[in-house]
């Protein structure tokens, strides 16, 4: 799996990009960075689209390992997952983390991402991962 971070300043939104082949390890590995680059922009709202994922092999035992980790509190996270099984697995997490990750947002395309963070066309820039 391949992810890419950008950053939208005006707005204050980071996005994460995920792409390719998204498995129980990948997840996890990606855990490691995202979480550090979460906390660098802790006062932004994330997106993290999945719009580029080809073949999903997420199981649920991961998802119910990831909802059970510590994450930075951030005002709002959108999901974008346009198909069933992403869009499915995504609820999964949020019903998992009701109680400690709120506003936790699951839509199926960018612009509803960008509806219900109250934005039109964002300019994002890349930027590099925290480690």
Known sequence: MEFRFEFAEAENILRLTLSGDMTDQAVLELWTVGVPTAAAHSSSRLIVDTTSVTRFSVSPRAVNTLAKR?????????????????????????TLTESTRKNVHIVRTMQEAYKVLGVEAPKFVPINPQR
Do not use: E, K
Request: proline share 12%.
């Open 70 to 94: 510590h994450s930075p509190d951030l005002p709002m996270r959108v999901i974008v997952a346009p198909s069933d099984l992403l869009y499915g697995t995504s609820r999964m997490f949020q």
